[in-house]
Structure formats: C-alpha cells, structure tokens
C-alpha cells in the first residue's frame, strides 16, 4: 500500500536510514583499504577527493563483482517480456518525482505530460507495467533533484563516488541522497519488507541494463576510474541542459590560441627639411 504525502513521522523518516547506510559505509571505506593511485591523483580540479574515490571505487568495483553483477546476470535469464514490465513499472514509480523535478525547473509542459503519463501508465497500463503513454505521444522524461539544483544554477562540486552507489557529485548527492527519497513512491510503501525488495530489484535491474556498457567500457578504457568519471560529468551536464549543453572552454584551448599579430605602431612623418634662403634676399 502506497502512502499519501500526509504520512506520519515515523513513517516518512524512513528514507533517512538509506543515507545513514551510506554514510556509515563511507566511513568504513576510509578507515582502511588503499587502492593504487596514478601519479597525478587529485590533480584534476573536478576530482581533488580522488585518492579518496578511487578506493570507494575499489570496493564498489569488488562489491559488484561478487554480488551485484552475478545477480543482474541471474536477472537476464527472466523473460524479455517480463524484464521489459519490470523496468516499465520501476520508472513509473518515480513518475511524480520527475512531474515536480520539471515543476520546479520551469517546464510546466513537460510536468503536464509527466503528470498524465502516470496516471495513464498506472491505471491503463497495469501498475506502469505496460506503458501506454507513449503511443499516446506523452514523451518520456529523466529529471531528479540534482538536475534542478544544476539548472537553478548550483555548481556540481567535487566528483564523488558513493558506497554501493556509484559515481555522483556533492551537488547530486544532495539531491538525490537528501530529497529523491522524499519524491520517490517508492519510500512511501507501509511494508518494509516489499519496499526494501522493490528498491534492491530496481538496483540489480538497472545494473543488468548496463551489463554491455560494462564489456565495452572494459574493452576501451585504460583507466576504468577515469573513463567512468569523465563519462558521468558529461551525461550529468548533458541532463541538466536537456541534450544541448553549451561548449565547455578548456583552459589548455585559451593557452594553446595563438596570441593576436601585434600591429605596427604607426611612424611619425618624415621632417621637411627646410628650405634655402633664395639669393637676393
């Protein structure tokens, strides 16, 4: 049973638990553990926390190779049909979230759609299993709260890589970690049983959709930690100004132009010499 915004205290605390977990995994990660660093860790000015990132990146990496990444591949053997109604249903329940986000952003088109394309999802399309909505033409958006503090002009901060979580930013942590849990439908089921298995299905669902990411970021990348970094700043920013962000200036772009043709000051007039006295005069 979903409850309403009206909840009680003690139920809506609950999404605190999930930073709680976090922080206290954080905690652990810093106390021991050392990953190799590169010579230049910490020297990227988006990324000064790094030596720090790279061993949660460490345990993450570890984590998902014994837990995660086996059971989204235990995930894949489900029918195609069946995982297809599974996601349809995960992503409806952060239906009003994406409304607000959208709301918030100044979009009040696209939260209209967002708003009709829940409640169509989840009355005709069973629970959001099925998904209606878009062959009615109610298109499809991806809007958190880290979005909405980017586009209301919140710089992203240091890069940060989360417990169990991933890659993030002190921006999107805030946003994500600190409100989404408030948005999402998902926090506000009455039995911790079935909410905590919805979430951990939505997490090994989600990993299972990135399984070929993963091959071909292994077949690619020298620096795993690196290629996933530059890769999430770059969708973050891209999400943020909805596909279209503006060029970033590179600082090694304004040193490498050459520098402007000095111009040639400009040479007085030649004196006129003066002239002989005429004679007879």
Not at 206 to 228: K, M, P, V
Not at 265 to 275: D, K, S
Request: net charge negative; aromatic share 10%; glycine share 10%.
């Amino acid at each position: 049973m979903v409850r309403g915004l009206g909840a009680s205290a003690s139920s809506t605390a609950r999404p605190g638990r999930w930073r709680r977990l976090a922080g206290a995994a954080l905690l652990v990660l810093l106390a021991g553990g050392c990953a190799t660093l590169p010579p230049n860790a910490g020297q990227d000015p988006r990324d000064p926390w790094e030596k720090v990132n790279r061993n949660v990146f460490e345990f993450n990496e570890g984590f998902d190779e014994a837990i995660l990444k086996p059971a989204a591949e235990l995930w894949l053997q489900l029918p195609a049909g069946l995982r297809e109604c599974f996601s349809n249903a995960f992503f409806n329940l952060r239906g009003p979230s994406i409304a607000i986000n959208n709301t918030l952003q100044g979009k009040p088109e696209a939260a209209v759609s967002d708003v009709g394309r829940f409640v169509v999802n989840t009355i005709w399309g069973l629970g959001g299993c099925f998904d209606p909505a878009s062959d009615l033409g109610l298109e499809r958006h991806e809007e958190d709260f880290g979005q909405t503090l980017g586009v209301w002009g919140f710089e992203p901060g240091p890069f940060l890589v989360i417990p169990f979580l991933g890659p993030s930013n002190v921006r999107d942590a805030v946003g994500i970690l600190g409100v989404e849990p408030f948005l999402d439908l998902n926090f506000y089921i009455d039995e911790p049983a079935l909410e905590y298995s919805i979430f951990a299905l939505r997490i090994v669902n989600a990993r299972a959709e990135l399984l070929q990411t993963g091959r071909l970021i292994d077949a690619a990348a020298l620096d795993r930690y690196s290629f996933i970094r530059d890769a999430f700043l770059q969708r973050r920013r891209s999400l943020i100004y909805d596909g279209n962000p503006p060029r970033e200036i590179d600082p090694e772009d304004i040193l490498d132009e050459p520098a402007p043709a000095a111009v040639p000051a400009a040479r007085p007039p030649a004196a006129t010499p003066p002239r002989p006295a005429e004679p007879g005069k």
